[in-house]
């Protein structure tokens, strides 16, 4: 069940129906100061003591990345980059997660319906009972952020506290965050907010420090300033130019009539060939297979 | 710390140095933050690692483990050679015009009055001179050589930029860089804030880092001032509070002090701590220690305590030798101790060489561990191969394990860092059988004195004698025991300035202050530096008000602050001579003519009349700070640079005195210090933010977070030794060996100390053999057995290993 109602949702994946018009919600966004973060992990902790979401206990692979990545269970990851410039250090940190696109490639790859929202204050909601798990968000985000769940095979990520926000409450990450590293607000005050930092950042010799709000996706929802942001690549692989992948914009955009003919297509010759051929039914053979499958699965 | 956390928000500099704070103290950091977004300010870090605090620094700068000394020394020389020190403030508030006593010298590595058998100095020389009236001798106009400021400066004229390059690896460049903003502070309108823990504390000569850093901030003018201080962040949430409450067996609640054999009777006791002032019209506060020291008696024993049997000094403990955690462990592992009660500890994990512990824990007949979790110590005895070898079969120990709640299922206080005792209440029922503390503490009394009542003994009024008249003995709660720590009057206590006056407290109640308390058995009060906390007026430490009038981070209405609940310690200096504040930006206190006000509560008589000349530093007999601190620190008045037991290269100032003079050494321990021929690394340890200590890795969410132990190392260790990240590496030294994943990091640089080349190894301390994390193996099974020569806090900071590859990844 989406956390907010219909009447705040502005878009819904593989729907055609007209969102509801009469609310004009505030769009919202968090901003997140890379120059300010120390790496503590309290929003991965917030995150996962708000969502009840508990990933297993991983390993060490040599790095203070823990869990490893993104998961099903796990929704924000800090990812520690170590950057040396002109004989001096940094040590570049940036949580990583779903940056709630106001152009979403998740949104827009989704075949099933409502299975993908976006609320009027501008927050990508997954709505995991219609999803069907078949993984197209994935391939559609820009950033590689969903993930499968293996036991329900469903899409997981960060909901913005979809829930939190939807009662005025700020996202469980931005509360806790003990340097203000992470805020939320307006779409538009965070965007002042950003500048401000970005003065200070400059005062300080970084004379490229900047707001990251990519517009090849219409924008973000969730921003960080950078103190490199002519270089986005050096956090830890930030996208420098993000879009959405030219299939999913020509699959759901341009072509979409044509793939709407291949369904309707499709439905007819299925039906023929129930008609002509009669049912699939399942063989010996076919379970055998299954079984197999299933334990190679398991393993 | 001397000034709170607050505080750190008027900071112009923030030197972060012997601590990781937004490692360790990632919540307390946020002012730091904020000092550098809404004041301008800098932040430097120094630090033999690039800190989770370096990531946000201004300038950080690497060190090697355990030369520290050598660095701040030569920030004084930096300060004292360029004249950068506030000139105005160090000759009224310090005692640098005081005149040294001749025969007080320093040569070689050594002070005068060394006694390499004893491993202690005769301190007579380290001294002032004194007239016949017992008044220190001073030179205002600082001609004669002997005072300390011109001793100070030629004991750090060794301290050259090359000195501290050579010996701390620091290049020089980025040490100068350091120098020129530290120094930049000297002024009134600015002020650094020193932010340490124990990275400083543990060594060999932990104390003196503390002194060292206390020098820099008295030449700088930052005592006292907002924004300024020398301030110790504590590593638990209540270790201000357990310290303020004697931790140590040489210490009585509030600093005082244990009595010896030698002092027979209270006066004795109390003829060597008179404090009588060596200055003409100084407070010298602690003249009132009789007081203070009377009414913790009145406290112990009640009404058994009477003028006739002084008070029960009797009954006290005589401790002659300091049973620290070092000492305690020896005397176990020398068969020397019957029973061992471990209450909120666990020190098979936290104290050095668990080899030497396991042996020491198993020699015992019984061990009492109290805990809300299963602690490895609670479970010494089990075999978890290489991580815990022991042998249960071999081990007769019987272990009682009694479960204790935790924080959050009982009402009591915290004192933070910053001095503010702060109420919390009960959120929740402990589980099964657990009980609080003060609970089983009760229980265990009760039933000794029962004993003692049905059987008598050797000499059991210590135990009959001690006033228990809670109204559930069994149960005291922690109100009740809040007001004791409070202090209440006796009998009516009649005002000091009129006698014909009401009394300024009715017999049984509370007492405001401890300005109100009494010698002569009057009042009662368990810890006099608490006194306030708890008055008629309600539990001053429940208050919640977040309101800061002034915008300075002094929220006077939140919790009590102790002494007298005042926010910065010193405030008196804040303000000049005159009384007038050295600059507006840092206004605390001021003279108003017929008193002191402003933000703060005054550490200073409210009444004192700048004209008196009475120092600011009320605490000390002379009124000023000691920049040379007579024979109060066993290794000598000024920091000398004496490198770690275990170290890498010979100590560069002078190779004849390598370490800590008057460090104390056990037999047996000595000759398992390693040697950098077959230990050439430089090892230290650490806490990381994913934990606390060894409670975390209970926690499932925190196991997740930093599952599993790694060491750190640098590129160039890791290429000379071909270990990949992520591959299993060994590390030993002389003492033990611990596996453990490797984190290949450019934040650990190669120095260069002394002509060589100094890796240095990381080592995290998180993790154990109990709990939800992944298994591992304790940083303190490598780590040597010695301390701080003033604390024997261990030398965990700095000591020698060797490393290997010992696998892939995974």
């Known amino acids: 069940m989406a956390s907010l109602q219909s009447l705040d949702v502005r878009q819904r994946s593989a729907s055609t129906a007209q969102p509801p018009s009469v609310r004009r919600d505030l769009e919202i966004a968090k901003l997140i100061d890379v120059s300010k973060c120390i790496g503590c992990k309290a929003c991965q902790s917030a995150c996962m003591a708000w969502n009840d979401i508990r990933p297993p206990v991983g390993i060490n692979r040599g790095v203070y990345d823990n869990p490893n990545d993104l998961g099903p269970e796990t929704w924000t990851v800090m990812r520690f980059a170590e950057h040396e410039e002109n004989g001096k250090l940094e040590w570049l940190i940036r949580k990583d997660g779903c940056m709630h696109c106001t152009d979403p490639g998740c949104l827009k790859a989704c075949p099933a319906p409502g299975a993908i929202v976006q609320y009027a204050n501008g927050i990508v909601d997954f709505v995991q009972e219609n999803c069907i798990g078949c993984g197209y968000c994935v391939k559609g985000c820009p950033f590689n952020i969903p993930r499968i769940s293996k036991a329900d095979n469903r899409a997981y990520k960060c909901t913005l506290c979809s829930d939190r926000v939807a009662v005025g409450q700020s996202p469980a990450c931005a509360k806790c965050c003990p340097t203000g590293a992470i805020v939320f607000g307006s779409k538009a005050s965070m965007v002042d907010h950003a500048q401000g930092r970005i003065a200070d950042l400059k005062s300080r010799g970084y004379a490229k420090a900047g707001l990251y709000d990519p517009p090849g996706v219409g924008g973000t929802h969730v921003m960080y300033v950078l103190h490199h942001a002519d270089r986005p690549g050096l956090y830890a692989n930030l996208a420098n130019n993000p879009v959405i992948s030219a299939a999913v914009s020509l699959w759901k955009g341009t072509l979409k009539p044509l793939s709407m003919i291949g369904m309707g297509a499709a439905i007819v010759v299925g039906l023929l060939h129930f008609v002509t051929r009669g049912p699939n039914e399942v063989t010996e053979a076919d379970e055998e297979n299954a079984r197999k499958l299933k334990g190679r699965n398991a393993a | ?810």
């Open chain 2, 1 to 810: 710390m001397t000034n709170g956390w607050t505080d750190i928000k008027n900071a112009d500099v923030v030197l972060i140095m012997g601590g990781n704070a937004a490692e360790a103290h990632t919540c307390g950091f946020k002012w730091v933050t904020e000092a550098k977004a809404n004041n301008g300010a800098k932040l430097i870090v120094v630090d033999p690692r690039f800190t989770r605090s370096a990531a946000v620094a201004d300038l950080y700068m690497p060190l090697r483990p355990g030369t520290d000394i050598a660095f701040l020394g030569g920030v004084i020389n930096y300060i004292l050679s360029n004249d950068k020190i506030f000139r105005e403030y160090v000759a009224a508030f310090t005692n640098a015009a005081f005149i040294v006593k001749e025969g007080f010298g320093f040569e070689d590595g050594l002070f005068t009055g060394y006694n390499a058998e004893k491993r202690d100095y005769d301190r007579a020389t380290w001294d002032y001179e004194f007239d016949e009236a017992g008044m220190a001798k001073i030179d205002p106009t600082l001609a004669n050589p002997r005072c300390v400021l011109n001793l100070l400066k030629a004991h750090y004229a060794r301290y050259t930029p090359e000195m501290v390059e050579r010996t701390c690896g620091t290049p020089k460049a980025d040490f100068l860089k350091a120098c020129e903003l530290i120094a930049s502070t000297g002024n009134p309108n600015k002020t650094l804030t020193s932010l340490y823990a124990l990275g400083w504390t543990q060594h060999s000569k932990g104390s003196q880092n503390i002194r060292n850093m206390a020098i820099i901030q008295l030449l700088l003018g930052n005592m006292g001032m907002p924004g300024g201080g020398i301030n110790a962040l504590r590593g638990h949430s209540n270790v201000q509070g357990i310290t303020d409450f004697g931790l140590f067996s040489n210490s009585v609640p509030g600093y005082l002090v244990m009595p010896r054999t030698a002092e027979p009777t209270l006066d004795e006791y109390l003829k060597t701590r008179a404090f009588k002032p060596i200055r003409p019209d100084q407070m010298s506060f602690l003249q009132n220690y009789r007081k203070f020291f009377v009414s913790f008696l009145k406290a112990m024993y009640g009404a058994k305590a009477t003028p006739d049997n002084q008070f029960g000094y009797d009954w006290l403990p005589k401790v002659d030798v300091n049973l620290d955690t070092l000492r305690q462990f020896e005397m176990m592992f020398q068969g020397r101790m019957n029973g061992f009660i471990c209450q909120g500890f666990n020190p098979l994990m936290s104290v050095p060489n668990r080899k030497k512990l396991i042996a020491g824990l198993s020699k015992l007949k019984f061990l009492v561990v109290m805990d809300p979790l299963h602690t490895e110590t609670a479970h010494f005895f089990e075999n978890h191969g290489e991580m815990n070898d022991a042998d249960p079969a071999k081990i007769a120990t019987e272990v009682f394990l009694l479960p204790t709640n935790c924080f959050a299922e009982e009402e009591g206080t915290f004192t933070n860092s910053g001095r503010v005792i702060q109420w919390h209440w009960k959120a929740a029922e402990p589980p099964g059988e657990a009980r609080t503390d003060i609970a089983i503490m009760a229980d265990l009394f009760l039933r000794m004195k029962a004993l003692y009542a049905k059987d008598g003994g050797a000499y059991p009024d210590p135990i009959m004698n001690i006033a228990w008249s809670y109204r559930n003995p069994a149960k005291p709660t922690a109100d009740e025991l809040l007001r004791e720590i409070n202090g209440s009057a006796l009998a009516d206590l009649p005002d000091p300035t009129d006698p014909a006056k009401p009394p300024i407290r009715k017999a049984g109640e509370l007492v405001d202050i401890f300005a109100q308390l009494r010698d002569d058995g009057t009042t009662s009060c368990a810890n006099w530096i608490y006194s306030g906390c708890y008055t008629e007026r309600g539990n001053m430490t429940a208050r919640r008000d977040p309101s800061d009038p002034s915008g300075k981070g002094i929220h006077g209405n939140w919790g009590y602050s102790w002494p007298a609940n005042r926010r910065i310690l010193y405030n008196r200096a804040s303000a000049d001579p005159s009384g007038k504040a050295w600059s507006a930006k840092k206004k605390v206190i001021e003279w108003t003519g017929s008193r002191w006000a402003g933000i703060d509560v005054p550490d200073y008589g409210p009444l004192i009349d700048p004209g008196k000349n009475t120092g600011p530093f009320i605490m000390n007999p002379e009124g000023v700070a000691r920049l040379f601190t007579r024979g109060l620190m066993r290794e000598g008045p000024f920091p000398e640079h004496y490198e770690p037991f275990e170290s890498p290269v010979a100590n560069p100032f002078h190779p004849k005195v390598q370490s800590n003079p008057v460090a104390r050494v056990f037999k047996g321990d000595l000759e398992v210090f390693g040697k950098a021929e077959d230990y050439p690394y430089a090892a230290t340890t650490y806490r990381l933010v994913e934990h606390i200590h060894f409670w975390s890795k209970h926690a499932r969410m925190n196991a997740v977070l930093q599952p599993e132990l790694f060491v750190e190392i640098g590129e160039g260790l890791a290429k000379e030794k071909g270990i990949q990240n992520g591959d299993w590496v060994e590390v030993w030294s002389n003492r033990a060996r611990i596996k453990a994943k490797a984190v290949v990091t450019k934040r650990i640089r190669t120095l260069t100390c002394d002509g060589k080349p100094v890796h240095i190894v990381g080592i995290p301390i998180h993790w154990g053999f109990t709990g939800a994390a992944k298994k591992g193996y304790g940083a303190n099974q490598l780590t040597p057995y010695v301390g701080d020569a003033n604390t024997e806090t261990p030398e965990y900071k700095a000591f020698l290993v060797n490393i290997k590859r010992i696998g892939p990844a995974v």
